[in-house]
């Protein structure tokens, strides 16, 4: 399997439309998304572990759980594994990488649906979900006007008691911060990539991600409703971040 260095995006300037960014994931070849350890994040296997401890006392043993920007089901699969009683509603905008997802969740039948819709603009239920997660996709959206919204349906969607868990890239609080990140960042990733590799990854993560920086998130979710939000870690330009619904 090629390690994944993402389209060739070098010589582009400008931001990259939200379609775009779906005829992107839907010309890849979805298997270089279902891998259990991408070279190209660091403490990949911590990270999900933590995600998995962050829900624990906060989903029953009949979860139902909502996988936003689920892609080929990776983190899905890592939930399953652990709460085999949940059930996983997986959203994403690209029908190419929800294809792949039954491969990867094959030991899972009945336990999960598949919706192929933009999550910006998902319709769910008030009060139906458990837990909300997400891996590596929230960071597409355009401005805070457009994460405020998804935080307030996510916060709506939620019971009593619920919990959303991300992890993702995100931003430094100021330029000079999001400079160290990225520095952290290119040196993590010539242990496997070569110079020529690490300038094209760099390169869509520029014209590809919006990410907003942890404080801004923090922020965001307060002001939506959760009465307690954290970072739970964070290591060069990627966070693990949630927030929970008061319990009544």
């Not at 379609?19 to 839907?26: A, C, K, L, Q």
């Not at 999960?112 to 960071?139: R, T, W």
């Not at 990140?181 to 991600?209: M, P």
Request: proline fraction near 4%; glycine fraction near 6%.
């Amino acid at each position: 399997m090629p390690k994944y260095i993402g389209p060739d995006t070098v010589n582009r300037k400008k931001k990259m439309s939200r379609e775009e960014i779906r005829e992107r994931f839907n010309s890849e070849t979805a298997d270089l998304y279902s891998q259990k350890k991408p070279l190209w994040f660091p403490e990949f296997e911590y990270v999900f572990s933590l995600v998995l401890r962050t829900l624990k006392d906060h989903i029953p043993g009949k979860a139902r759980i909502l996988d936003l920007g689920a892609g080929t089901g990776n983190l899905a699969r890592t939930v399953l594994e652990h709460y085999p009683d949940a059930f996983l509603t997986l959203v994403d905008f690209s029908d190419n990488m929800l294809k792949a997802a039954p491969r990867v969740l094959s030991g899972f039948k009945g336990k999960y649906e598949i919706k192929i819709a933009d999550f910006f603009e998902l319709e769910m239920p008030a009060k139906s979900l458990n837990c909300v997660v997400s891996s590596f996709a929230i960071h597409h959206g355009r401005g805070e006007k457009v994460y405020r919204k998804l935080y307030k349906n996510i916060y709506r969607w939620l019971g009593p008691g619920g919990i959303f868990a991300c992890c993702d890239v995100v931003d430094g609080d100021s330029k000079h911060y999001a400079v160290i990140n990225e520095e952290g960042w290119k040196e993590f990733l010539r242990k496997d990539f070569s110079e020529e590799d690490i300038t094209r990854i760099l390169s869509n993560y520029y014209v590809e991600d919006s990410p907003l920086s942890l404080r801004k998130h923090m922020e965001l979710l307060k002001a939506c409703g959760f009465s307690s939000v954290d970072v739970l870690w964070k290591k060069y330009n990627f966070g693990l971040y949630s927030a929970i619904k008061k319990n009544h």
